[in-house]
């Protein structure tokens, strides 16, 4: 793995700018000083001198005349909650674009997670003025830290207030700033967020990624998305079945279920996860899959038994990420984890026995405070003992306002050590190794690789098939025949005929067209914005000549 200079410094505030003055050249004309060699720290927010493109102001915005950009940091949550803007922005009459030079006005959605995320997130705010772009900022990031100087003036989607994206979007074209942070309440009562029934712009047409609550019950030390997404607060189960039948009828064939941590879900409101998940299995269709997201292990290990008997499901996933993030009980107790290592022993131990070939991924993070040597060989040592072939491995980035930004940092350069010494355990194993060439497997084709040179399957435990680009594969569920693995991933061979295909996509929605024609529909919404555009403009052409002559005469 590659270790950027962002993961060797802790923070921005550490690096030194090049075009800073030296020592000798700040006392060049004071001879009688003497010059003494000195660390020089830099503000992380100073104002730099930029060039930036004067922003278009406009007095009324007509329909399908503007292009949007929008682009995302962070969790599957919000990557839901973009799609959802994207819904609400395209059905108002805005173009989305991929382009960002042609946009007309930036969506920039945060994650507040990391130091280095928020970096992004700011540069690319400040790439939007140098461009003379438009701005509104959505996510954790803004929630959580709304008064940030380099937010000010800048328009804001509250993470409970995505459903009103499109009237912050006129007003912000206008030249007004419009800030909706305020928690989205019923009846006087606070809910989880915008219905679920909304319409979606999904990244991929194929998966759904349902939010079932959200905030969190925990108060982890070191994580500062609580302040953006406050506590838990449950979706009801039959708005979430409902949204899984609908996303079934639009042509979806996987549904991925999401939040800040999934086990809580149901708590607030009487229920529970297995609750929830039995009801959504009976509307699974025959050949579609549900993934199930993050949980943390206090609130799972009182469902195990149901948990096992859901993951055994032929239509679930059996695959579940649950973060450790330390081997240490000490470590554990400082980010206040609320379990112990035997509990998350006890827990893997028990759904691998029940649910056979399951894959658990977790979460480690180097370097937090107080860790020591014999902290860090725990950890390494519980990675040892189970072998996950999944293994997010994050180096600790004090956030701003956490009870862990207060403690005493391991040293930059032992946090870098350790982190080489657990990715190259990683990398030392090869999970797939297990599979001989030969093997059959059933799998779902959902995506395209990033290298666009295969398609993507997955099998029942969510492990990760490369397959040939044939036609009319996406969507379809087939047999293929393993034929060599690497690290992250297997290689595959189609040995069905399209004749056997599962044809898990082509469901009519609701006004009966399949997403075939949902995708021939979005190349006929860009042609008849347009052959809009082109009409106004000659009508604008049309008038002005009538007004000069008039003037003239």
């Given at each position: 793995?590659?270790?950027?200079?962002?993961?060797?410094?802790?923070?921005?505030?550490?690096?030194?700018?090049?075009?800073?003055?030296?020592?000798?050249?700040?006392?060049?004309?004071?001879?009688?000083?003497?010059?003494?060699?000195?660390?020089?720290?830099?503000?992380?927010?100073?104002?730099?001198?930029?060039?930036?493109?004067?922003?278009?102001?406009?007095?009324?915005?007509?329909?399908?005349?503007?292009?949007?950009?929008?682009?995302?940091?962070?969790?599957?949550?919000?990557?839901?909650?973009?799609?959802?803007?994207?819904?609400?922005?395209?059905?108002?009459?805005?173009?989305?674009?991929?382009?960002?030079?042609?946009?007309?006005?930036?969506?920039?959605?945060?994650?507040?997670?990391?130091?280095?995320?928020?970096?992004?997130?700011?540069?690319?705010?400040?790439?939007?003025?140098?461009?003379?772009?438009?701005?509104?900022?959505?996510?954790?990031?803004?929630?959580?830290?709304?008064?940030?100087?380099?937010?000010?003036?800048?328009?804001?989607?509250?993470?409970?207030?995505?459903?009103?994206?499109?009237?912050?979007?006129?007003?912000?074209?206008?030249?007004?700033?419009?800030?909706?942070?305020?928690?989205?309440?019923?009846?006087?009562?606070?809910?989880?967020?915008?219905?679920?029934?909304?319409?979606?712009?999904?990244?991929?047409?194929?998966?759904?990624?349902?939010?079932?609550?959200?905030?969190?019950?925990?108060?982890?030390?070191?994580?500062?998305?609580?302040?953006?997404?406050?506590?838990?607060?449950?979706?009801?189960v039959q708005e979430i079945v409902d949204r899984a039948q609908q996303v079934f009828q639009d042509g979806v064939?996987?549904?991925?279920?999401?939040?800040?941590?999934?086990?809580?879900?149901?708590?607030?409101?009487?229920?529970?996860?297995?609750?929830?998940?039995?009801?959504?299995?009976?509307?699974?269709?025959?050949?579609?899959?549900?993934?199930?997201?993050?949980?943390?292990?206090?609130?799972?290990?009182?469902?195990?038994?149901?948990?096992?008997?859901?993951?055994?499901?032929?239509?679930?996933?059996?695959?579940?990420?649950?973060?450790?993030?330390?081997?240490?009980?000490?470590?554990?107790?400082?980010?206040?984890?609320?379990?112990?290592?035997?509990?998350?022993?006890?827990?893997?131990?028990?759904?691998?026995?029940?649910?056979?070939?399951?894959?658990?991924?977790?979460?480690?993070?180097?370097?937090?405070?107080?860790?020591?040597?014999?902290?860090?060989?725990?950890?390494?040592?519980?990675?040892?003992?189970?072998?996950?072939?999944?293994?997010?491995?994050?180096?600790?980035?004090?956030?701003?306002?956490?009870?862990?930004?207060?403690?005493?940092?391991?040293?930059?350069?032992?946090?870098?050590?350790?982190?080489?010494?657990?990715?190259?355990?990683?990398?030392?194993?090869?999970?797939?190794?297990?599979?001989?060439?030969?093997?059959?497997?059933?799998?779902?084709?959902?995506?395209?690789?990033?290298?666009?040179?295969?398609?993507?399957?997955?099998?029942?435990?969510?492990?990760?098939?490369?397959?040939?680009?044939?036609?009319?594969?996406?969507?379809?569920?087939?047999?293929?025949?393993?034929?060599?693995?690497?690290?992250?991933?297997?290689?595959?061979?189609?040995?069905?005929?399209?004749?056997?295909?599962?044809?898990?996509?082509?469901?009519?929605?609701?006004?009966?067209?399949?997403?075939?024609?949902?995708?021939?529909?979005?190349?006929?919404?860009?042609?008849?914005?347009?052959?809009?555009?082109?009409?106004?403009?000659?009508?604008?052409?049309?008038?002005?000549?009538?007004?000069?002559?008039?003037?003239?005469?």
């Amino acid at each position: 793995m590659d270790i950027s200079c962002q993961d060797i410094i802790g923070d921005i505030e550490d690096l030194i700018s090049l075009d800073d003055p030296s020592p000798a050249e700040r006392y060049l004309n004071k001879k009688d000083v003497t010059v003494r060699t000195k660390r020089v720290k830099v503000r992380a927010n100073r104002p730099k001198e930029t060039s930036t493109v004067e922003k278009p102001l406009l007095d009324s915005v007509i329909p399908e005349t503007q292009h949007i950009y929008m682009k995302t940091w962070g969790c599957a949550h919000n990557t839901s909650d973009t799609e959802y803007m994207a819904g609400q922005l395209a059905q108002y009459g805005y173009n989305l674009t991929s382009d960002k030079d042609s946009a007309d006005l930036w969506v920039l959605n945060s994650c507040t997670v990391k130091n280095p995320s928020e970096d992004t997130f700011r540069n690319e705010i400040e790439a939007a003025h140098q461009a003379g772009k438009h701005v509104v900022v959505a996510g954790c990031v803004p929630q959580a830290a709304p008064r940030s100087d380099y937010l000010k003036g800048l328009s804001v989607v509250g993470v409970q207030q995505i459903d009103r994206v499109a009237e912050v979007v006129e007003e912000t074209l206008k030249g007004h700033s419009v800030r909706l942070l305020q928690a989205k309440k019923v009846d006087g009562r606070k809910v989880a967020g915008p219905k679920l029934a909304l319409p979606k712009v999904r990244k991929n047409p194929l998966i759904e990624v349902i939010p079932i609550n959200s905030g969190c019950l925990n108060a982890c030390t070191y994580c500062k998305t609580k302040f953006a997404r406050a506590d838990l607060v449950s979706y009801p189960v039959q708005e979430i079945v409902d949204r899984a039948q609908q996303v079934f009828q639009d042509g979806v064939c996987e549904i991925w279920l999401t939040s800040e941590d999934t086990g809580t879900y149901g708590r607030d409101i009487g229920s529970s996860l297995p609750e929830l998940l039995w009801q959504l299995v009976e509307v699974i269709p025959e050949g579609c899959m549900m993934r199930l997201g993050m949980t943390n292990p206090p609130y799972i290990l009182e469902h195990l038994d149901e948990m096992a008997k859901i993951l055994s499901h032929p239509r679930v996933y059996s695959f579940l990420h649950i973060p450790v993030q330390s081997g240490s009980d000490a470590i554990l107790g400082e980010m206040r984890r609320e379990y112990c290592v035997k509990d998350f022993e006890r827990m893997v131990d028990f759904l691998r026995a029940q649910v056979p070939g399951i894959t658990i991924a977790t979460d480690i993070i180097c370097g937090f405070p107080g860790e020591t040597e014999a902290d860090f060989d725990d950890t390494l040592a519980l990675c040892e003992k189970y072998q996950f072939p999944s293994l997010f491995i994050n180096q600790f980035f004090p956030r701003p306002g956490t009870p862990a930004a207060k403690m005493t940092k391991v040293p930059a350069n032992e946090v870098k050590t350790r982190t080489k010494r657990l990715t190259d355990l990683f990398h030392s194993y090869e999970p797939y190794k297990k599979y001989e060439a030969g093997t059959k497997q059933t799998v779902l084709v959902t995506e395209i690789s990033h290298d666009r040179k295969h398609f993507v399957g997955h099998n029942k435990f969510y492990e990760q098939i490369l397959l040939p680009m044939h036609n009319n594969l996406l969507g379809k569920q087939v047999e293929v025949e393993i034929t060599g693995c690497t690290k992250f991933s297997m290689f595959g061979k189609v040995i069905q005929g399209e004749q056997e295909w599962k044809n898990c996509s082509k469901r009519s929605t609701a006004d009966g067209t399949t997403v075939s024609s949902l995708v021939a529909g979005a190349e006929e919404s860009k042609y008849r914005s347009i052959f809009a555009y082109f009409f106004i403009s000659c009508s604008l052409a049309i008038v002005c000549k009538y007004i000069f002559m008039f003037l003239d005469f």
